[in-house]
Nanobody
Framework: QVQLVESGGGLVQAGGSLRLSCAAS????????MAWFRQAPGKEREFVVG????????YYADSVKGRFTISRDNAKNTVYLQMNSLKPEDTAVYYC?????????????????WGQGTQVTVSS
């Protein structure tokens, strides 16, 4: 099973950008669909974006379409989340997640491994 470590979070002003990275251990990264979820204080964890194990298919939550972009580099065992035009409502802890199989889903319980999370704070 993969182990995941996120990085790249921080404090940014509204309208700014951040790039999150998620590094995975293990030799089977390319057999996992990957996703980013986020959780704001007092709220449930919510799906943000997912990518298939080959990277040829992506799936975005409506709230981030056109602003966020997910990508992966299977040679580096890493998935990225480029976040542009950030809004205060994007403030949350962002989690990387791995799911065995080709296709990512929006369901928390489908995922087999999780990172520890990285804080993203967007000031107004």
């Amino acid at each position: 099973q993969v182990q995941l470590v996120e990085s790249g979070g921080g404090l940014v002003q509204a309208g700014g950008s951040l790039r999150l990275s998620c590094a995975a251990s293990g030799r089977t990264f390319s057999s996992y669909a990957m996703a980013w979820f986020r959780q704001a204080p007092g709220k449930e964890r919510e799906f943000v974006v997912g990518i298939s194990y080959s990277g040829d298919s992506t799936y975005y939550a409506d709230s981030v379409k056109g602003r966020f972009t997910i990508s992966r580099d299977n040679a580096k065992n890493t998935v990225y989340l480029q976040m542009n035009s950030l809004k205060p409502e994007d403030t949350a802890v962002y989690y990387c997640a791995a799911k065995r199989g080709r296709v990512a889903t929006g369901l928390v319980y489908n995922y087999d491994a999780w990172g520890q999370g990285t804080q993203v704070t967007v000031s107004s």
